[in-house]
């Protein structure tokens, strides 16, 4: 690690003068639960405080230009994120050559081409990491992720090859080929290829459509794998202060290896956001497991989930209201449902950030509410 390091530095270093614009970087964040507790029949009479939950620094060398350039990032982190070191170290290069073709090569863990434009990242921005209650990642409450990422093209955050072309104006073409650490058969490297389109309606919105391999199309097919997903999204943005997004996706029916259809269905997602001064309101929806199959058999266990945060931003300051509700219907069994009311502030200060909340849930099926007092700190430079 220290010698990829050093590398990436030197690279650094000596490109530097080869492209027009070299920047460096960073940031700092460290969030801590001050005070955790429990109610309910059975909870626990103690008060937890002082975990300290997240903790990460990133430091980026960005350089280049519109001709070419590249990116690396390296990443440190702590508590409940890592076991503290440096944890990641990845970047790209990228050339265009002209207006129609665009190359890219390597890491890009922020990730791009994703299609939601409200309901991941966004929605919580800054927060995500400890003060909102559930990340707008994978997320601590066990229902919470259909709102966040069904219906929606995830879009590449792992190592691979992008070809991008522009064949007209508002017209984006990207077909992406996954590379390992180790060489493998190419129709298996093949099949799970990624191929999506960006087509901007001016005036109107963004339509996105996109495919993702998952291997069912490789040579070898013992293991009765899904061919694929399709995705298709719609952004709205023509109506003032008000902006919409529409997600929805279909696993590819496949025969199973007991030679029977199979499919986990359709998943629709839903987002919104509305302005109205200092005032902001988010929604966003989701479920899955619509016309699912098992071994060509019906399989409804549906799922649905709808997190809200309206938000009002005074003068030093921006007070959030965030809360959600998740709810699973099996087709066998009893239903199951994940709750959370998580108000929470947000303080800019110059290149830093301040973050406190309280957070309440329910979710883990043992009839306990949990209450939480995160706070945290951002550094930027």
Known sequence: MKKLIAISVIFVLVTGAVFAEATIGGMWQVGTM???GEVGDGASDDVMMGHQKYSEGKLTFALGDSYMGGKIQVEIRGGDAGQGGVNDVWGFLYWKPNSLF????????DGHWGSAQITMWGFTGEQKNYVAAASDYDGELNLMGYGKRKGFYDGVNFN???????????VNINLVLPMGVDLGEASAVLSKFHINSIINIPD???LRLAFVGDGGLAKDMSDKTNPGTVFASFYVNAIENLFIDFGVNY????????????TRGLELGLGLRLLSGPLTLKVRTGTKGLMGL?????SDDLAWSIGILPSYKFDK??????????????????????????PYI???????????GIILEDGNGDGLIKWKVPFGFYLYF
């Not at 691979?160 to 508002?170: E, G, K, N, T, Y």
């Not at 921006?318 to 009311?341: D, R, V």
């Not at 947000?346 to 406190?356: D, K, M, Y």
């Open 34 to 36: 001050l005070v955790a």
């Open 102 to 109: 665009r190359m890219q090569v390597g890491k890009d863990k």
């Open 160 to 170: 691979s090859i992008d070809l991008s072309f522009f064949p007209v104006d508002d």
């Open 204 to 206: 109107t919105g963004v």
């Open 251 to 262: 696993q590819i029916p496949f025969t199973s290896s007991a030679n029977k259809m199979s």
């Open 294 to 298: 098992s071994n060509d058999k019906s």
């Open 317 to 342: 300051f921006t007070l959030f209201f965030h809360a959600g509700f998740g709810l699973t219907l099996p087709e066998k069994g009893e239903s199951e449902t994940s709750w959370f009311i998580n």
């Open 346 to 356: 947000f303080v800019p200060t110059g290149e830093g950030r301040f973050l406190a």
